[in-house]
């Protein structure tokens, strides 16, 4: 069993900067895929980025390639989604996930374990 405790959202402004962290509870941390998706309202839960276990391997969605950078510290068991360049359609709450896979896995349904979330609103 996993637990994974979002935090960092809130409210930015167009082009501005958030970070994003996800703890995660496990000893084994290192041996778990992570993924940041993203849920805006009406709509469905949205891939963002994924990480390998070793931080080398990384994965996007076109939408947020080259303004969001995803990595981890295995010895903090934390992974990171920094977001800059904010744009109002970023607006959505942001969930961490993992997965015991070493792999860049872009459907939700394959991953197990979930945080709660935290809200992200960027206004312009």
């Known amino acids: 069993q996993v637990q994974l405790v979002e935090s960092g959202g809130g409210l930015g402004q167009a082009g501005g900067s958030l970070r994003l962290s996800c703890t995660a509870s496990r000893r084994t941390f290192s041996r778990y895929g992570m993924a940041w998706f993203r849920q805006a309202p009406g709509k469905e839960r949205e891939f963002v980025a994924a990480?390998?276990?070793?931080?080398?391997?990384?994965r996007y969605v076109d939408s947020v390639k080259g303004r969001f950078t995803i990595s981890r510290d295995n010895a903090k068991n934390t992974v990171y989604l920094q977001m800059n360049s904010l744009k109002p359609e970023d607006t959505a709450v942001y969930y961490c996930?993992?997965?015991?896979?070493?792999?860049?896995?872009?459907?939700?349904?394959?991953?197990?374990?979930w945080g709660q979330g935290t809200a992200v609103t960027v206004s312009s």
């Open positions: 996930a993992a997965e015991p896979e070493n792999r860049l896995l872009t459907d939700p349904q394959l991953y197990h374990y």
């Open positions: 990480i390998s276990w070793s931080g080398v391997g990384k």
